[in-house]
């Protein structure tokens, strides 16, 4: 210990004399290493298979009376896969009062855009009260 480091004896009958510090051993250094890189590997998993299998995009929406209400909206999946979508009908105090699932079944190539993986949809949804928006809630790949 150097002298700048040294306590003044007045301070070390009050305190104690301060442990020596240990340098960092390394197997400790390892496994703070291995536990980084297990971190980072996860979060690189996780950010390149985050993305969904399928995304909505709400178009149009349209009253056909105060118990129905058509609902536009594209899908954009892989063409060959089923995909079911929750189309719902808001009030204005944005409680749902229509509710339906959409099923969506594979597409050919000369269908929609995207050679296929992208489709226009038009939807009737049924309502207990007169709505004033409406669009996707969600949708997911059906599995087979």
């Given at each position: 210990?150097s002298?700048?480091?040294t306590p003044?004896?007045?301070?070390a009958?009050r305190y104690?004399?301060?442990?020596?510090r240990?340098p960092?051993?390394r197997v400790?250094?390892l496994?703070?290493?291995?536990v980084l890189?297990a971190?980072?590997?996860?979060?690189?998993v996780?950010?390149?298979?985050?993305?969904?299998?399928?995304s909505?995009k709400?178009v149009g929406?349209?009253l056909?009376?105060d118990?129905?209400a058509?609902v536009?909206?594209e899908?954009?999946?892989?063409?060959s896969?089923t995909a079911?979508c929750a189309?719902?009908?808001?009030?204005e105090?944005?409680?749902?009062?229509?509710?339906r699932?959409?099923?969506?079944?594979?597409n050919?190539d000369?269908?929609?855009?995207n050679?296929?993986?992208?489709?226009?949809?038009?939807?009737?949804?049924?309502?207990?009260?007169?709505?004033?928006s409406?669009g996707v809630?969600?949708?997911?790949?059906?599995?087979?």
């Open positions: 210990m002298s700048a480091e003044t004896p007045r301070l009958n104690g004399t301060p442990k020596p240990k960092m051993g400790r250094l496994v703070v290493a291995v890189a971190v980072a590997a996860i979060a690189a996780a950010l390149t298979t985050g993305s969904p299998p399928v909505s709400d929406f349209a056909s009376s118990e129905l058509s536009d909206f899908v954009t999946k892989d063409r896969a079911q189309v719902q009908v808001l009030s105090n944005y409680a749902v009062v229509g509710w699932v959409v099923t969506i079944g594979p050919s000369e269908e929609g855009a050679d296929g993986g992208t489709t226009a949809h038009r939807t009737d949804v049924r309502l207990d009260s007169p709505g004033v409406g809630n969600a949708c997911w790949i059906v599995e087979d």
